[in-house]
């Protein structure tokens, strides 16, 4: 299923609401912060205290953060969301860098797209989506497609598909809230990626 949040700036995603989506969509995390003139793009969080660690570091920022759950392509660092609209896969699939390119978290499936190593998101952002000459044209394009999506570029956060309020946040759905299960996270490294100060995001809107 997936689900996509987006946390307003100075808005706080609970510890317990983190750890439900996750166990809901177990296959990876990743988020992208909303600056001014520009976006970073972290992913590849395959174990939720990695995830968590980071998130801590960025609390304060707006953000656009993914949750999935693989209906196609690996379970890679990779195929995690956000995708940079690129039609270069590498590029498309960084897992941490700052753009000045659209930037677009999925939650649905694409048919037609995607096989046992590439996401349907992926192969949809490089073989169709980065082919096209605007991001008007983009949102026409992502609406026929039936899913939900957080698009974003130059100062503008657009969502596509109807989104619900949760305490705060937009999310693309609440099936994950009703999983209250129980799990043991190992052990990992606690240095975060996140050793500079974010610009502020004043400026990034929303549609």
């Not at 609390?59 to 949750?67: A, E, N, P, Q």
């Not at 989506?129 to 497609?145: E, G, R």
């Not at 705060?168 to 043991?184: E, H």
């Amino acid at each position: 299923m997936c689900v996509i949040v987006y946390k307003p700036k100075n808005v706080k995603i609970s510890e317990n609401t983190i750890q439900d989506m996750w166990l809901s969509n177990p296959d990876g995390a990743g988020f992208v912060v909303f600056q001014k003139g520009k976006l970073t793009v972290s992913k590849g969080y395959l174990d939720i205290e990695s995830f968590k660690y980071d998130l801590e570091h960025v609390k304060d920022y707006s953000l656009g953060i993914h949750f999935r759950y693989a209906t196609h392509g690996a379970v890679t660092n990779e195929m995690t969301h956000p995708f940079i609209i690129s039609k270069d896969i590498k590029e498309a699939s960084e897992t941490f860098i700052d753009t000045d390119k659209p930037v677009l978290l999925h939650n649905g499936i694409i048919t037609g797209f995607g096989n046992d190593k590439i996401s349907d998101t992926a192969d949809y952002v490089t073989n169709v989506l980065a082919h096209m000459p605007s991001i008007q044209v983009m949102k026409k394009l992502l609406h026929t497609t039936g899913s939900k999506y957080l698009l974003a570029h130059n100062g503008k956060i657009h969502f596509i598909g109807k989104f619900e309020q949760y305490k705060g946040l937009q999310v693309s759905n609440t099936y994950w809230d009703s999983s209250r299960m129980f799990a043991d996270y190992p052990s990992h490294s606690t240095q975060s990626r996140f050793n500079f100060n974010f610009k502020s995001t004043k400026g990034y809107l929303c549609d």
